[in-house]
């Protein structure tokens, strides 16, 4: 888990020195986000950090909502569940957490759908695991919450 912390945060470092849209500050296409966090993968025992570093590079590219909704800065978190296929096709988007701000949840669903397709998945993870297709991902996006407030908010309902 610590690796791939790591690798998230690098990810949205990068992101940031190459003042890519979408990333933890507002950019001219209207996007506001403020962290992607929360990132799980079924297979736990297999090193994520690289692939995982390039896919959340991706989503945050896509992670875009409007500037009236920038100004309401309403705090929010949306859980994402999703499959990343063997060739790197996205299938199965599920919304599994509700922001209860609909234009948040929206914005979240589509920055998974429009990141598709990502990387064909690692072949040494493919070879480890004999007949595996797919990959199933939980991810948060959150909006606007300071993260020593982030346990509060992901416990509430």
Do not use: C
Not at 13 to 41: C, I
Not at 51 to 72: C, E, V
Not at 126 to 131: K, Q
């Amino acid at each position: 888990m610590t690796d791939l912390r790591q690798a998230t945060r690098q990810a949205a470092r990068e992101v940031l020195a190459r003042g890519e849209g979408g990333a933890g500050f507002p950019n001219p296409d209207g996007g506001f986000v403020n962290n992607l966090g929360g990132v799980s993968f079924e297979t736990s025992w297999y090193d994520w950090g690289p692939y995982a570093a390039k896919m959340l590079r991706r989503i945050k590219l896509h992670w875009k909502i409007s500037q009236d909704l920038m100004l309401l800065a309403q705090k929010g978190i949306v859980r994402v569940r999703f499959s990343i296929m063997a060739d790197g096709r996205v299938a199965d988007v599920e919304q599994i957490r509700s922001s209860t701000t609909p234009p948040y949840d929206q914005a979240a669903l589509k920055a998974i759908l429009e990141s598709n397709p990502f990387d064909p998945l690692p072949k040494d993870l493919l070879e480890l695991a004999p007949g595996k297709d797919r990959e199933h991902v939980i991810i948060d996006f959150i909006y606007y919450i300071d993260p020593a407030d982030l346990d509060k908010y992901r416990t509430a309902k």
